[in-house]
């Protein structure tokens, strides 16, 4: 073989497998050389010294490498993380705020519930029980607790699982806007990474702030602000320690863990708040035990509102809308209305009184429902916790299950073994239908459910009315709406009834006609015969029409200021024929009622056309205000986060004479009518109560009592009252607008007026005085019409209807 031929290639691994079987005889396959003398092999020994040096160096290669790694990804990824703009320029999603003119929260709209607090304004207890709670060492570190992840390292460890977080306030707010909740290495580097990027670019302070109302507090809440309000009804800053611990306490589990969820544990969590504060030293011995003993009430899930305005904010929120759209509900816009808080406590109080008071002279109707018992415990209790929750309260007519019943004692639940014995005056209004041999259909036996109210008495047991009232207070003068009740219960039903439902006025619309006539030449002296009369079905709509008056009675010939006194049916009919109906519907026009919705008939004299509730406060102000056309309106202005008004109510005035709707002398006469119902007509309860000599207005029934009203007036101030059926029927056959709307309007007035004293009323130019009866100078004594109808024997002189008479007779 030649000497630069190489070997085989089947000699190399030959070779190979020799060297390896030369080394393993040596005792290369243990990792040491063999010795002979039986000391470990390699040429050194592991001296204590050597070992140390070990120790030291791999965890000091393995965090080298780290730092190493680190600065890798911070260089790969730094690019890629995302800007802080939303922190640098941080607003917040706050829900629109909606307030009475004199500054009460009415109403908030917005997925998020938040409040927000600056720094500056921050109660210091409060910021030391979310440092105890959160990262006490906040203003020490960078971002990331070293200490504080190891400190939770041996806590985690000794607890044999996740025992404590080592997340800090910074790194919580990286998480909260950027990452989501996914667990792995990237996440968390991102998030460290974030963390710092926030540390360089925000202040602590700055920080804490965007934390401290950006957080999930439960209920809807975001921010310790928005949580104060929810949990226990005010604002922060009037807050004591134990209340601020439990708010502190919250972050861990929000929703899972809040005092109305979660009593017992939100318990639990305040008290280790509180001990963190005294071992951080925030609190002494003293305050510690104070606050661990503090008995704290928290509101009920239903977070009731310092003032009830439910149709007006919610009228405030579509009005809103329409302006900003979505952005509505996150902006932080606060919407602030006409609503005067006192005036609408008194509507409120009026609307249920009136209500309550009919329901209960109608009678008891019997039970809502039945609902079926069990014999086993458990499945009773959750049938009976089913129907409460199906049936809701109507504030405090409470939905309860009776469990036993006989004529003297009833026993309800409203579920979680709590019960109530019924006794005595709390039967009264239901006894007839404890009797075992009542109707089954209305008995109240077991499974029946029934309403419960804590009264005067003790409980007793009511019922959900049917009626339905409506109450709407203006000022005369500019139309701002001071108060608006919109029905019984708005959780019931959220119609409208002041805007939205459209009903007959009845009589209450006379005023409107009779205006009309003094300006065809008609005087409050004028005689019209109020006898009774029949009418062809042209001029009715389509029928032959016989109207009556309500009481059935017929008085001869009256002046024009008795019959609207009296609400006569008839001399309103024979005023209307006179004047035309075709002038009468442009005239109410003016008044800003719609002409489709008030056929050109002589129906239309005894209300048969229909309008709202809104739309008669505006007409009758017309009357109080000298003859000017006011629109109603609700917002006053709208202010953006920071305050700024972004948009203001312009309304019309009375007194400008763009807005005259009618001749102020016209004005000044109608009102004097109106002011003789008060007087001596049908609204006499309201003189006799109020005590006043500027309170002016119309009560209105009509045909079968369907709908029941009153529109009136005094110095400043309009309201209108209604009450009927949403589905019209009969209130009653004695049931008239001065029974039942007229209190409504007497309990409202009663509590308002005293801010809005009488001022007398001047004759305006062109109005004369002669015997104590008010005229227009051109249609004086003499010169308007002195009569209709009406001979010098008092008989009828109409040849329309005596024609349809001869016709049928």
């Not at 160096?57 to 802080?84: E, K, Q």
Request: aromatic share 8%; charged share 25%; hydrophobic share 40%.
């Amino acid at each position: 073989m030649k000497a630069d031929t190489p070997p085989p290639r089947s000699n190399v691994y030959r070779n190979d497998r020799d060297d390896r079987s030369a080394a393993k005889a040596h005792g290369a396959g243990t990792g040491f050389a063999a010795d002979p003398a039986g000391r470990k092999p390699g040429g050194r020994r592991w001296t204590a010294g050597r070992i140390a040096a070990y120790l030291v160096a791999v965890p000091l290669g393995l965090a080298v490498i780290g730092v190493l790694t680190a600065l890798l990804a911070v260089v790969l990824t730094a690019d890629r993380l995302p800007s802080l703009a939303v922190l640098t320029d941080y607003r917040p999603k706050v829900p629109m705020h909606v307030y009475t003119a004199d500054g009460l929260l009415i109403g908030e709209f917005g997925e998020e519930r938040r409040s927000v607090v600056r720094i500056a304004d921050f109660p210091q207890s409060m910021t030391q029980a979310i440092l105890a709670a959160e990262d006490d060492r906040f203003y020490e570190h960078s971002g990331v607790d070293i200490s504080g992840i190891a400190r939770a390292a041996i806590a985690n460890l000794r607890a044999g699982g996740r025992a404590q977080g080592a997340s800090t306030i910074t790194m919580q707010l990286a998480r909260n806007f950027f990452l989501t909740r996914e667990r792995s290495y990237v996440r968390k580097l991102y998030e460290v990474l974030l963390t710092w990027k926030i540390e360089q670019a925000l202040t602590k302070d700055q920080i804490l702030e965007i934390y401290a109302n950006q957080i999930f507090l439960g209920q809807r809440s975001y921010g310790f602000g928005a949580a104060a309000e929810t949990y226990f009804g005010k604002p922060l800053d009037q807050l004591n320690v134990a209340q601020m611990a439990m708010l502190a306490g919250l972050p861990k589990a929000p929703a899972r863990d809040n005092p109305i969820v979660n009593p017992k544990r939100a318990k639990e969590r305040q008290l280790y708040v509180l001990s963190r504060m005294h071992g951080l030293g925030y609190l002494d011995d003293k305050a510690h035990e104070a606050a661990k003993e503090e008995d704290i009430r928290v509101l009920p899930e239903r977070r009731s509102l310092p003032l009830r305005a439910d149709w007006a904010s919610e009228m405030a929120r579509q009005l809103t809308y329409e302006m900003f759209k979505d952005e509505a509900y996150s902006t932080g816009l606060n919407v602030y209305t006409t609503i005067v808080s006192k005036d609408q406590r008194a509507a409120n109080a009026a609307v249920r009184r009136a209500v309550i008071d009919y329901d209960r002279k109608h009678g008891y109707r019997g039970p809502e429902a039945y609902m079926e018992m069990s014999s086993n415990a458990q499945v009773l209790e959750d049938r009976i916790e089913d129907t409460i929750s199906q049936a809701g309260d109507m504030d405090d007519y409470l939905a309860a299950v009776v469990l036993k019943a006989d004529p003297k004692t009833v026993t309800v639940t409203r579920g979680r073994g709590a019960t109530f014995d019924i006794a005595g005056d709390g039967l009264k209004f239901v006894a007839r239908w404890l009797n075992p041999k009542a109707a089954s259909d209305r008995q109240i036996r077991p499974g029946a459910i029934v309403r419960i109210a804590d009264g005067p008495q003790g409980w007793e047991i009511v019922q959900s009315p049917d009626v339905e009232a409506a109450f709407v207070g203006l000022n005369t003068e500019d139309g701002a709406v001071r108060a608006m009740v919109g029905g019984f219960d708005y959780n019931r039903s959220k119609f409208n009834r002041v805007t939205q439902s459209i009903r007959q006025p009845g009589s209450a619309f006379k005023p409107f006609i009779y205006s009309a006539a003094l300006e065809k030449g008609f005087m409050a002296s004028t005689l019209i015969n109020d006898a009774p009369i029949i009418l062809d079905p042209a001029t009715t709509g389509g029928q032959l029409w016989e109207p009556k008056n309500y009481d059935g009675k017929y008085e001869g010939p009256l002046s024009l200021r008795t019959a609207l006194a009296r609400s006569k049916n008839m001399v309103s009919i024979r005023l209307l024929q006179s004047i035309g109906v075709d002038y009468a519907q442009d005239y109410i026009t003016r008044f800003g009622f719609q002409p489709e919705k008030n056929p050109a008939y002589l129906t239309m004299a005894l209300g048969a056309g229909n309008i709202t509730p809104w739309q008669l406060a505006s007409g009758i102000s017309i009357f109080a205000n000298g003859g000017y056309r006011v629109q109603p309106y609700l917002i006053e202005k709208i202010t953006d986060s920071s305050g700024k008004v972004i948009a203001a109510a312009k309304p019309a005035v009375a007194g400008n004479e763009d807005e005259r709707a009618i001749d102020g002398r016209n004005a000044f006469i109608m009102d004097s009518l109106l002011r003789e119902v008060v007087k001596r007509g049908t609204a006499t309860a309201a003189g006799r109560q109020l005590k006043r000599n500027d309170l002016a207005g119309k009560t209105g029934t009509t045909n079968d009592a369907h709908d029941a009203w009153f529109a009136g007036y005094a110095t400043g101030i309009a309201g209108v009252a209604w009450m009927g059926f949403d589905q019209p029927r009969s209130l009653g056959e004695r049931e008239t607008g001065g029974g039942l709307a007229l209190p409504m309007w007497i309990n409202y007035m009663r509590e308002v007026l005293p801010d809005s004293p009488e001022k007398p009323r001047s004759v305006p130019p062109g109005v004369i005085q002669v015997s104590g009866e008010y005229y227009l100078n051109e249609t004086g004594p003499g010169q308007g019409i002195g009569s209709l109808g009406v001979t010098e024997d008092g008989l009828s002189t109409d040849p329309k209807s005596q024609s349809v008479r001869d016709q049928i007779f």
